[in-house]
């Protein structure tokens, strides 16, 4: 791939400062074709045990792969932009980059560098993925028009961005208790062009007013000893998806979806998740469903204590919908 670096013909934010340059690294990449799908971490970190993939050897491995990389593999601009936005790490005669970019629905995602060991870290994947075409999903099967949207958690703001550019005159909130991840969104809703998505800092949806016809979320859903913010859904792993189930049953508006994209540890058959979101959705106004994604995710997590009483891990879509409208 040969990279060249144009000036970025997104809206920079605050010429000079880290940000526009971020911008224009995502810029100039995308217009050099770069292309990265991320994968979960264990099978990230089982292609970087490769022998042959132990520094980066192109873009992809630097921006993708988070390969540590040394002279002559970026372009000399590529490198200066990465130092003015703060995400150039040197070490010797190797450098070694503090975000990746991820490609997604046309588009171009930042986020944090693998390994996503820090607290604020903002994860991109499989799961980023899968949401994102649930919400897509969700805005081409209304019958009315998307007026204003949320998406709780929001990470990257992929979900955000994939309503905003499927619903332009829509008022698209992403919302996240993480300053990095507001800043990502920020900064991806930028190289979108997708200038009707606003970021806000809201814990749920406390920070923000009124109903929504559309709220989404892929919340953590996992068990994490550690407690990462983008990774711990609390003690059973689903008790943030269940705070996201009572905050959309109160700002529905009439007509107004809620796509909950989540996991669950299935325990001697039983999915104590979806038996805890019937309990508050049965006798509500919201129609309601639930299907697994898929039944065997991140198996590697059963070896731990953590889920030592789990049989299988499972992503889940729910989706509730309000009367009326």
């Known amino acids: 791939m040969t990279i060249t670096a ?17 911008v224009e690294l995502g810029d100039a990449l995308r217009t050099a074709g770069y292309h990265f799908t991320t994968i979960t971490p264990a099978t990230h970190e089982r292609v970087n045990r490769r022998p042959a993939s132990a520094q980066a ?12 990389f040394g002279p002559g593999v970026l372009p000399d601009r590529l490198v200066e932009l ?13 450098c070694r980059s503090l975000v990746r970019f991820s490609s997604y629905d046309g588009e171009i995602f930042v986020h944090s560098a693998f390994p996503t060991t820090a607290p604020d870290s903002v994860f991109f994947g499989p799961d980023t993925y899968r949401m994102a075409d649930a919400a897509a999903a969700a805005v081409e099967a209304r019958d009315l028009p998307v007026r204003r949207a949320v998406d709780i958690g929001c990470g990257t703001g992929a979900g955000a961005i994939t309503i905003a550019k499927r619903a332009p005159d829509a008022e698209v909130l ?19 062009g997708t200038s009707n998505v606003r970021a806000r800092h809201s814990d749920l949806l406390d920070g923000v007013d009124g109903d929504f016809d559309l709220i989404i979320s892929n919340p953590p859903f996992m068990i994490d000893p550690i407690g990462r913010t983008y990774r711990d859904g609390g003690p059973h792993g689903h008790e943030l998806s269940l705070a996201v189930v009572d905050a959309a ?10 796509v909950l994209f989540s996991g669950t540890s299935v325990i001697d058959g039983r999915d104590p998740f979806r038996e805890a979101a019937e309990e508050r959705l049965d006798g509500t106004d919201l129609r309601w469903s639930y299907r697994e994604v898929d039944p065997d995710v991140y198996s590697e997590e059963l070896d731990g204590p953590a889920y030592a009483h789990a049989e299988r891990i499972a992503v889940v879509v729910l989706t509730a919908t309000r009367d009326g409208g």
């Open 6 to 22: 144009p000036k970025s013909t997104a809206p920079s934010p605050d010429p000079g400062s880290a940000d526009a340059a971020l």
């Open 82 to 94: 990465m130092d003015a936005a703060g995400v150039l790490r040197r070490s010797g005669d190797l």
């Open 249 to 258: 049953a109160r700002r529905l508006a009439p007509g107004g979806t809620l």
């Open 57 to 68: 050897a192109d873009p992809r491995g630097v921006f993708g792969w988070s390969r540590p």
């Open 174 to 192: 992403a919302v996240d208790i993480n300053p990095t991840a507001l800043r990502f969104a920020r900064l991806n809703a930028v190289l979108a």
